[in-house]
């Protein structure tokens, strides 16, 4: 795997200065978490401090960590400081959005996964397909603490588990669907409440009605990339032709298919990311004055289809040993 290198955060924005006049403002706890819990700011290093020590005090609480990613990049959705941050804590990976992902590289992540000795589940949290797995994984997971907390007569206490993750992978849907009707009640409490909130997954398990947000990383342009196509973080902050012209380039190599049948083009492996995005807006007819190419309307379109799963399910990051061939992840990728 990629060495997660020290975030940065990604050129200012107009998000970022909201955040910090509101700050500045004397604004509440709550509505800090709230703009924490926003994909749109930017991750200052005060930031990054709060949520970290935020992460450490639950961690703290809880007998497991479930880190949730988004199954269509399960690399670039991760924090890089996760290892370090839940070293030693039972970790379950939740591959989420699996609605989205192409099936056959949600089964190789699962198996990558669980090499590295996670326990991994798939979800689509937004219809709750996936979720039932949930606590018998946590339990599987557990199995060792569980024999002994049985042995030491402890039965009454319950598995706590904390879910975490960068922004928008689909914590709070994920929550609210283990909860089912109990999250709503905890998401109605205003502000923030002394001490932890629990919700009740069965009888054995709750949750920390909170998730624990975490920084995206920003470690390479690729990255970055994947997290704005995805829209883990707002694609304004990177020119949309480019990203757009990176992402034509990046499916034309292996989802040739799929540019085939959207955009009616021939996906040539030697034509640049701008060349593909030209051809398909010249076949759309989207042209400018003079006949050009309209490419801004065209990546705004393909961004959008993409989002919208007009595509079809796609993956655009295989594990590591799987990069030499059929690799979607493609690191000597140029536009
Ligand atoms: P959080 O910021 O991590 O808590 O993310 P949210 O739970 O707020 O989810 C962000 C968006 O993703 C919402 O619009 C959800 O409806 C959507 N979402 C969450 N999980 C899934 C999923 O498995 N599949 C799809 N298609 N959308 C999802």
């Known amino acids: 795997m ?53 992460m450490e005090e639950s961690l703290a609480a809880v007998d497991a960590l479930c880190e949730v990613l988004d199954a ?54 937004k219809t709750g397909k996936g979720s039932a797995a949930f606590p018998p994984a946590i339990r599987k997971l557990l199995q060792e603490q569980i024999e002994r907390r049985q042995e030491k007569g402890q039965v009454g206490r319950k598995l706590r588990v904390m879910i975490a993750g960068i922004p928008n992978v689909g914590k709070s849907t994920l929550i609210t669907r283990l909860a089912g009707r109990k999250a709503a009640a905890a998401g109605d409490r205003p502000g923030l409440t002394r001490g932890k909130q629990w919700i009740t997954v069965d009888e054995g398990m709750e949750l920390l009605d909170t998730p624990g947000i975490l920084w995206p990383k920003f470690e390479s342009r690729e990255t970055g990339e994947l997290l704005a196509v995805t829209n883990a973080i707002r694609a304004e902050i990177l020119d949309r032709e480019a990203l757009a012209a990176g992402f034509l380039r990046r499916l034309a190599l292996h989802y040739p298919e799929a540019v085939r049948e959207r955009y009616r083009i021939e996906p040539e492996a030697d034509r640049s990311g701008y060349e593909l995005l030209e051809a398909a807006a ?14 801004e309307r065209m990546a705004n379109t393909l961004l959008s289809e993409y989002h919208g799963g007009k595509l079809g399910r796609l993956t655009l990051e295989l594990p590591p040993e799987d990069s030499d061939e059929n690799a979607v992840s493609d690191p000597d990728f140029t536009v």
Not at 39 to 48: A, D, E, L, V
Not at 91 to 120: H, M, S, Y
């Open 2 to 54: 990629r060495k997660p290198a020290r975030p940065t955060h990604a050129r200012g924005s107009r998000a970022s200065s909201d955040v910090s006049a509101r700050s500045s403002a004397g604004a509440s706890e709550s509505q800090n978490l709230r703009d924490e819990t926003s994909r749109n700011i930017q991750w200052f290093p005060g930031h990054m401090t709060k949520a970290r020590r935020m």
């Open 72 to 125: 269509r990049i399960p690399c670039a959705s991760r924090n890089p400081e996760i290892d370090r941050l839940a070293a030693g804590k039972p970790r379950l990976i939740v591959l989420n959005r699996c609605d989205l992902a192409d099936p056959d590289a949600t089964k190789r992540w699962k198996a990558w996964f669980r090499k590295q000795g996670f326990e991994v589940i798939e979800t689509d949290a």
């Open 282 to 295: 010249r076949k759309r007819g989207f042209l400018i004055s003079g006949g050009e190419a309209d490419l």
